[in-house]
């Protein structure tokens, strides 16, 4: 084991920290690999030169302060989801700071805004507030991702259409800078703060605590999911374009959330309809897709229940929870897949070679009041996604081919390619470490005013991962 002692700045993060030894982890320490918080995909292995546990945000700011003194790049964690290890800095040699120990909570019984950690997984958040009055937030659907990653990349789920993205329900957030101080970033105080974390947060600072609205809780929805097994390349193509126009359509109520996923053992529609049993049936989904087998739609009065996702569940299933390695890649939809788009995509999915029989293609209908917020209004910026796409291949035994990679990558370009001059995004959640232009794809026209914010409060890029906002973006 190498001498820890050797580290730059070793005694700085001991006494930023309390000089509580339990609070920081460095490599080359005798249980480092124990105490160093695990590797989410294993396909992206990388090793930070310390870990930081801190109590407060005091203790986060001058963990900061270390790591830019000694030039190190920074980076929060708070579940530990990204799909490149972002959490973990996404390059080996980053200071780590877990904010797993920010678990801060209130609501203030007149306004119902909550005061959160943002250590707190959003398991603990849904229970939290719903045990505080009855009351709720739009999250995803994984109860064990953090929500000082979520709430400041995006985080959609089943209530976006009704309520928006996560991150549109941050009124005020706790931010420590690059320079180490700790500002209350607001629509007034240090606006352009507040306009950078939600949805860029890992380029510009740590958010330890966030002020967020909240809403009465749902007390009726109607869970339906369904499987179709089809045989011909063509019945799944007529399928699929039977949905799009169904989610495509211009009164859809808001109260429904819809996805379709394809995987090996056909495709799976699911989704949540907030309402009665009795609407749930004057609104006839049925009659869009008749069920060859037996569909299964559940009547829920348990918010918790509400959230849930059915192919997250399967997801869960097959790979059954455990680290692994997988690639996953996200595309954006503002107007329909054309007919000829449908084709070419399903042809392909029948075709290609995949190199793992663990895939998932999933289809998420947006739209609602996600679209409601202008596109310049916060960093995130597809505001006028009607339909996102995530493709997802793992492998449980090694790393990910490249014909695997080649595969998901494929997918992207068959559809892209029979809508020339067309603009897709990708979701900065599903971070994919590989994508060319990566920060166009995540931040789009946004980008230019992320990268004047960055100038001005992170010069030297000290909150830094491998696809982060640069002061001035070098094209790969």
Known sequence: MGNTHSIAGHECFLAAVGHNPSLVVFQGDAFFQFRMPPIYNLDRPVTPIAVTFPETSEQVAKIVTCAASNNYKVQARSGGHSYGNYGLGGADGAVVVDLKKLQDFSIDPVTHVATVGSGTLLGDLHSRLLNAGGRAVAHGACLDVGTGGHFTIGGLGTMSREWGMALDHIREAEVVLANGTIVHATHIQNPDVL???QGAAASFGIVTKFKLHTHPAPTQAVQYSYTFNMGSTAEKARFFKDWQRFIYAKNLTR?????LMLSEMGILLSGMFFGSHDEWKQFG????????????VVVLTDWLGMIASKSEDLIRQIVGGIPCSFYSKSMSFTDMISDA??????KYLNIATKGTPVWFIIFDLEAGATNDVPMNATAYAHRDAIMWMQSYAVNLLGPISQTTKGFLNGINSVISDTHPGASFGAYPGYV?????HAQEAYWGSNLPRLQQIKAAIDPKDVFHNPQSVQVTLKHS
């Open 195 to 197: 306009f950078a974390i």
């Open 255 to 259: 109260r429904v959330s819809s996805e």
């Open 285 to 296: 989904l049925e009659k869009h897709f008749p069920p060859t087998a037996g569909g299964n």
């Open 341 to 346: 788009g449908v084709d070419s995509f399903f």
């Open 432 to 436: 994919d470490p590989l994508l060319q």
